[in-house]
């Protein structure tokens, strides 16, 4: 049974940094599209906005142009985590940051394949992570 339990949420200043950690178990092959998401303004699944992508089998990753001078994603196989580190916090990044996971059911889907997934392509999900930035 898949779980992913996230922490490293937090409160801090503009400017400052975060690292997100999401604990994956119960995913034994290494073909998994995992990503992060940020809740939004609304409280539904529909609501979610996806902002990094992983795919497990090589690490490949896709962060938008918007956002990938601030943001960093990877995967520790060894330790089955998987990371988010935010740098260069700004207040209107506050929200509920959640970690993703779903089986690629193609031969290779690549982390620009698994952010086109969005949230209606992700079958597990973690309850999510409270991040604050104050300015």
């Known amino acids: 049974q898949v779980q992913l339990v996230e922490s490293g949420g937090g409160s801090v200043e503009a400017g400052g940094s975060l690292k997100l950690t999401c604990a994956v178990t119960g995913i034994t092959d290494n073909r998994y599209c995992m990503a992060w998401f940020r809740q939004g303004p609304g409280k539904e699944r529909k609501d979610r906005k996806i902002?990094?992508?992983?795919?497990?089998?090589?690490?490949?990753?896709y962060i938008p142009d918007s956002e990938k001078r601030r943001f960093t994603m990877a995967h520790d196989g060894a330790k089955n985590t998987l990371h988010l580190q935010m740098d260069s916090l700004k207040p209107e990044d506050t929200d509920t940051y959640i970690c993703?996971?779903?089986?690629?059911?193609?031969?290779?889907?690549?982390?620009?394949?698994?952010?086109?997934?969005?949230?209606?392509?992700?079958?597990?999900w973690g309850k999510g992570t409270l991040v604050t930035v104050s300015s």
């Open positions: 993703a996971a779903t089986e690629c059911v193609r031969g290779y889907c690549s982390g620009d394949y698994c952010y086109t997934l969005g949230w209606r392509g992700m079958n597990y």
């Open positions: 902002i990094a992508a992983l795919y497990t089998a090589d690490g490949t990753t």
